[in-house]
């Protein structure tokens, strides 16, 4: 009787085993895609990401708001010359040199929104830059070998049939999660790339105040917010190494309940960090 139930086990084995390391495939898998989507992705500049959109964005900001950005740059430059006026005594103490540095800095002001998405673009041409460049250190490869999982396969066998059904369970209950938290991870990657839409799209008009100082401020918090967004990619990246290399060190334990479980904690913590990049990335440039 004892060999019929165990001849049953091993039998029971043979069909679960392999569907339990299929199961492990395809979550490091789906796993390695997502970690390298998430790099394409935040590498990826607004012209690039969706040139349809970003051509629309464009056509918006230069037919509805640069008209905008055009009088409030024709107010900023007739108040910083009746402020220069004022200086000088009404005129009294007048010298030329001034009406010449006011015309060069409305001059640089004509500039600036003219070539607002040129100079724009450059901050995000930047970023990219640097986060390709940071893509070539960081390595964010989770997926296993073959190797890896005929040791996982052995601890499997090991394990009696009620632990494989149970940690077969467990499985898919970990892919469903490990897909809702990529659902998750999807949302704030794309959510960034619509902000750096609508900051594109109103451009202009912070770059119309740079022609005087005070005003101006608005134009550098501009400036600022810009390349936090661009840089936020570059926090995001970080974000998926440190992901990458916890999961490594989880792909090949002996104990892989304890280790899927880690996985989920880990991803759980990943889109947590990327949905902080942002603020961290603010605070680091001092953008409001």
């Not at 024709?74 to 000088?88: G, H, K, M």
């Not at 005594?89 to 040199?97: D, K, S």
């Not at 009620?162 to 209950?173: E, T, V």
């Not at 998750?184 to 119309?208: D, G, K, N, T």
Request: proline share 2%.
């Amino acid at each position: 009787m004892d060999t019929v139930f165990q001849q049953i086990e091993e039998w029971l084995k043979g069909m679960m085993v392999p569907a339990v390391v299929e199961k492990l495939r395809t979550i490091f898998d789906s796993i390695n895609t997502e970690a390298g989507r998430i790099s394409v992705d935040i590498a990826t500049t607004p012209d690039q990401f969706s040139p349809s959109i970003f051509s629309m964005i464009k056509d918006i900001s230069e037919t509805v708001i640069m008209p905008i950005a055009g009088i409030i740059l024709t107010f900023i430059a007739c108040y910083e010359l009746i402020q220069i006026v004022i200086s000088y005594n009404n005129l009294a103490n007048f010298e030329t040199w001034f009406i010449w540095k006011w015309i060069f800095k409305t001059a640089i002001a004509v500039e600036l929104i003219t070539h607002t998405f040129d100079i724009t673009m450059a901050v995000f041409d930047v970023a990219q830059h640097v986060i390709l460049n940071a893509g070539g250190v960081i390595m964010a490869e989770t997926s296993v070998s073959a190797d890896d999982l005929a040791n996982m396969a052995s601890t499997i066998e090991a394990m009696d049939v009620f632990s494989i059904f149970a940690l077969y369970l467990q499985l898919n209950i970990v892919d469903l999660l490990m897909w809702i938290l990529s659902k998750l991870i999807f949302v704030i990657i794309y959510c960034r790339m619509i902000e750096i839409y609508m900051y594109v799209s109103l451009a202009p008009i912070p770059f119309s105040t740079f022609g005087n100082r005070e005003q101006s401020m608005i134009g550098q918090n501009y400036f600022r917010s810009l390349f936090a967004l661009g840089f936020q990619g570059f926090l995001i990246m970080i974000c998926v190494g440190i992901y990458a290399m916890l999961v490594q060190g989880l792909a090949f334990s002996d104990d892989i309940i304890a280790s899927i479980w880690g996985m989920v904690g880990y991803s759980l913590l990943l889109a947590f960090s990327i949905f902080k990049t942002g603020s961290i990335a603010r605070s680091v440039l001092q953008a409001h």
